[in-house]
């Protein structure tokens, strides 16, 4: 299972398409049951890294999240 660290090291690096490949396959790990809460949290931990320094990496990841979410919700 990748880390909130191992997104914010991908957002870096990648598209929003790649990472929202990653992030995509990461949640479809997780127990269908489990889905939201795992986005949720993977949410929650990057507050955990504010600063200036991942704020951009930060803004992508929670976009991705949010598109997630809804997606998850809709099925």
Same mark, same amino acid.
């Given at each position: *299972?990748?880390?909130? &660290? !191992?997104? +914010?090291?991908?957002? !870096? ?7 929202? =490949? +990653? *992030?995509?396959?990461? *949640? +479809? ?10 986005? %949720?949290?993977?949410?929650? #931990? +990057? !507050? /955990?890294? /504010?600063?200036?320094?991942? #704020?951009? #990496? #930060?803004? %992508?990841?929670?976009? =991705?999240? &949010? ?5 998850? &919700?809709? =099925?």
């Amino acid at each position: *299972m990748k880390t909130t &660290r !191992d997104f +914010l090291t991908a957002a !870096d690096t990648s598209d929003e398409a790649d990472l929202a =490949v +990653l *992030m995509r396959t990461s *949640m +479809l790990d997780q127990p269908e049951g489990n889905r939201l809460h795992w986005l %949720r949290e993977i949410e929650l #931990a +990057l !507050d /955990g890294y /504010g600063g200036e320094r991942h #704020a951009k #990496a #930060a803004e %992508r990841i929670h976009n =991705v999240l &949010r598109d997630l979410t809804n997606e998850t &919700r809709t =099925v």
